[in-house]
């Protein structure tokens, strides 16, 4: 497994293995930036099929934090840690106890938050060995409602802000009623984007793999069931992908109907180039290190003093952002993704140390 040649590799300060035969603990640090400050990211546990998936996975998912944070007008770098495991078979308080205490040995460089396959309970038992975990204290929420610090309420309504963005500037539609959306996976953040969008009044399509997960959205907001197979591909206005990245590669998006896609999934292409793909394809492509920024910045201000208001206020102009990338996208003639890497580069790599 190479490191320093690896395809995703983009200068990253700082990588951990983290091994504890003990507790079964086999986990990926990566740091990618701290030009703006300390690395900030999700601590995801997921069962790749390979020690190079992991590694690709946290490489890839780094980098998009420091973009991320960027955009987002953070002081924060980018980075984030992967399990590798299934949650719902190989988590144990202590594996995670074991987890806190490798974040513990890093100082304060990367901070830990939660992600796919981890909770808000997984990084308070992390906390017990580090202080190096954010998203745990309770507060009051963005939305006016008492929050445990889980960032999923703030990750999906920036979603549905950014979403609404891109339905203004393709579809030149301000309202979302009648909308046709496609939501790939509806676990966390995707069900809370889907009641959004409930309540906007669009019409919904879902597929996620946990069966208990669809039928709760069948359930509760009329959405309709889909199959795996045909989820990307139905004849909608918006495809919304919130589950794991690379789902848009040369063969789905061929298949592509809908002229968005907007979700809160982390790194939807299989590859950069796929960027530049969507764009020809006549697909408005809002960049997923944009749209999904809300959690971290519902994060950052728990850290800085919680103020429910100026967290909605921050989140909200996630659209305005946005709104400025498909602006350049069009007067410059380039993709959306690459406008999105300019802006982001432009405030992070003038920095001096």
């Given amino acids: 497994m190479t490191v320093f040649t690896h395809p995703e590799f983009d200068k990253h300060e700082h990588l951990t293995f983290c091994c504890d035969p003990e507790t079964g603990l086999r986990a990926i640090i990566a740091v990618h930036n701290t030009a703006r400050g300390p690395a900030l990211g999700g601590c995801r546990m997921f069962p790749y099929a390979s ?11 780094s980098r998009g934090m420091t973009y991320k944070s960027a955009l987002a007008n953070l002081n924060l770098g980018g980075g984030k840690s992967v399990i590798i495991g299934d949650p719902r078979q190989h988590k144990t308080e202590a594996l995670l106890e074991s987890m806190g205490r490798f974040l513990e040995q890093l100082g304060g460089l990367y901070i830990a938050a939660e992600d796919s396959g981890t909770s808000v309970a997984d990084l308070k038992i992390m906390g017990r060995q580090t202080s190096n975990v954010a998203g745990i204290k309770e507060r009051p929420g963005f939305d006016g409602r008492p929050s445990n610090g889980d960032p999923s309420p703030a990750t999906a309504w920036g979603t549905f802000v950014g979403l609404q963005a891109a339905v203004k500037h ?7 009623e009648g909308l046709t959306v496609a939501v790939q996976g509806i676990g966390n953040v995707g069900y809370r984007l889907a009641r959004h969008l409930t309540e906007a009044g669009a019409k919904l399509w879902v597929y996620d793999t946990h069966q208990d997960q669809m039928d709760r959205a069948v359930a509760e907001l009329g959405a309709t069931p889909a199959t795996a197979e045909e989820i990307l591909y139905l004849p909608v206005d918006v495809v919304a992908p919130c589950a ?6 040369d063969q789905s998006i ?8 907007a979700g809160a999934a982390n790194n939807q292409l299989a590859s950069p180039r796929h960027d530049e793909v969507l764009w020809k394809h006549g697909v408005l492509y809002a960049p997923d290190f944009v749209i999904n920024a809300g959690g971290i910045i519902d994060v950052y201000y728990e850290r800085t003093g919680p103020d429910p208001d100026a967290v909605r206020k921050h989140v909200d102009t996630i659209g305005d952002t946005l709104q400025e990338i498909f602006e350049r996208s069009h007067r410059d003639g380039l993709p959306t993704g690459q406008i999105a ?3 982001a580069e432009e405030r992070f790599r003038h920095i001096s140390r």
């Fill in 51 to 61: 020690d190079e998936e992991a590694l690709r996975d946290v490489l890839r998912l």
């Fill in 170 to 176: 393709k579809l030149g539609r301000s309202d979302l």
């Fill in 244 to 249: 794991m990245g690379a789902v848009l590669n």
């Fill in 254 to 261: 061929a298949k592509l109907q809908a002229p968005i896609v």
């Fill in 341 to 343: 890497n300019q802006l």
